[in-house]
């Protein structure tokens, strides 16, 4: 049995089972059990594998906030936190790497309720230590204008929001690039997305697109390939890194 076929059996995809296979992201014990029955294993050496997930001391941190995150997300979060790069355009919203807590809590207020906000808007913070370890992950964001104009949360809590953006993009490893109305349409009008590169090059990146109840990653070449086309695209149509962080400042001074 290939990885494909294994993948499609779990109702997986092949990059979630390739680094469970790999130990770069946990497995719990529910699957362990739903393995170990695709792949004909029983009695005390079942066993075994399923009190090693269950009790197992290496978990993602995301793991302690599944109360809060869908498992196709605690999936992508793992994603990120192997991530040598992600490149995303954001249409809407700022993306949850770069959000202030305020303006996270604001976002959730109005797209999911008040309902555990307080370990919603901490794991999205917590999500964030991948721009500042060790290795810190390089990351390319286009932000359509709208982004940056819509008020989320009100006055104060977008100037601020917009302060940190500007300052993230002083770091070496934050690009952040505005896409002007003035541009007109561009190749991503109709999608936000994620591409997730990793620092092992047999790991192939992965395309990420959400809406408000599903994930889902591409895996598929062709897919990746044309997403990246898109971003290269937008890097060229959007403004300047440069130019873009004084975009923003001003829109912060500007404020209402």
Do not use: C
């Amino acid at each position: 049995m290939n990885l494909e076929q294994a993948a499609r059996q779990l109702d997986m995809s092949k990059s979630n089972l390739s680094r469970i296979e790999n130990a770069q992201i946990g497995i719990k014990p529910r699957d362990v059990r739903a393995a170990l029955a695709l792949y004909q294993v029983t009695g005390t050496d079942a066993e075994a594998l399923i009190d090693i997930a269950r009790g197992a001391q290496q978990r993602g941190w995301w793991q302690n906030y599944s109360d809060v995150l869908p498992v196709w997300f605690e999936f992508y979060v793992g994603l990120e936190a192997e991530a040598s790069a992600v490149w995303t355009y954001e249409a809407e919203t700022i993306p949850g790497l770069m959000q202030t807590e305020d303006y996270a809590r604001a976002v959730y207020r109005l797209t999911a309720g008040e309902n555990d906000l307080d370990r919603k808007v901490a794991a999205r913070i917590r999500r964030q230590e991948v721009l500042h370890r060790e290795k810190p992950v390089e990351l390319s964001a286009v932000l359509n204008e709208a982004v940056l104009l819509r008020s989320v949360g009100g006055p104060e809590v977008m100037s601020r929001q917009l302060d940190h953006l500007a300052d993230l993009s002083e770091l070496p490893n934050v690009t952040i690039q505005v896409l002007p109305f003035s541009v007109g349409g561009h190749p991503a009008m109709t999608t936000p997305y994620v591409i997730i590169s990793f620092p092992d090059a047999a790991d192939e990146p992965v395309v990420y697109l959400e809406n408000l109840t599903n994930g889902q990653a591409l895996e598929e070449q062709d897919h990746v390939r044309g997403y990246t086309l898109v971003h290269e695209r937008l890097r060229k149509m959007a403004l300047a890194p440069d130019e873009s962080t004084a975009w923003i400042r001003k829109a912060s001074r500007n404020r209402p």
